[in-house]
């Protein structure tokens, strides 16, 4: 198994969810034996990486973890998944993307992940990666401050309400 150079892993304090509704516990709980395959940095993002940040984002319909392509086959490979490539939106679009079930919210796995803002696409490939337990999970997060750029980035208004919240702490 590869090891990451220890300035990729920052491990920050376990963070005390005062109430993480149990959909959303449930599936973080589960998430470390499932990425377990990867052999690069992976993260969370969006709203559930904002929980994890011990603030309330509002609504977290699923979860999105970004990880490289290598992982993705590997990952997707072990939950019967077919990738969907090539696949997005006006504003978001992935190299490769899928959506499983398997658990009480969607997870979203996408490699290449980008976005459009002010007229050009924007890879998403975070530069630091902070570790949160989670029940018996190691969950992997961007900082706080580069959580906050990603999601400005976004330019949705339930993005920056994030982002606000992010940097009121």
Same mark, same amino acid.
Do not use: Y
């Given at each position: 198994m590869r090891r990451f150079p220890p300035s990729c892993d920052a491990t920050i304090p376990v963070i005390e969810m005062r109430h993480t509704p149990e959909p959303l516990a449930e599936t973080l709980s589960a998430l470390g034996p499932i990425l377990a395959p990867a052999r690069?940095?992976?993260?969370?993002?969006?709203?559930?990486?904002v929980a994890l940040h011990g603030v309330d984002p509002g609504t977290v319909a699923?979860?999105?973890?970004?990880?490289?392509?290598g992982d993705?086959?590997? $990952?997707? &490979?072990?939950?019967? =998944?077919? #990738?969907?490539?090539?696949s997005g939106s006006s504003r978001f679009c992935s190299e490769i993307f899928a959506v499983w079930?398997?658990?009480?919210?969607?997870?979203?796995f996408m490699a290449g992940f980008q976005y459009r803002s002010g007229g050009s696409w924007h890879t998403v490939r975070p530069t630091s990666r902070q570790?949160?337990?989670?029940?018996?999970?190691a969950i992997f $997060?961007? &900082?706080?401050?580069? =959580?906050? #750029?990603?999601?400005?980035?976004?330019?949705r208004p339930k993005d920056r309400m994030r982002a606000e919240r992010l940097a009121d702490i």
């Open positions: 690069e940095p992976w993260w969370i993002i969006g709203s559930a990486a699923d979860i999105d973890i970004l990880l490289s392509p993705a086959a590997r $990952v997707l &490979a072990t939950l019967g =998944l077919e #990738a969907q490539r090539g079930h398997g658990l009480p919210l969607p997870v979203e570790k949160i337990m989670f029940g018996n999970s $997060v961007p &900082a706080r401050d580069e =959580l906050i #750029a990603l999601l400005c980035g976004f330019c």
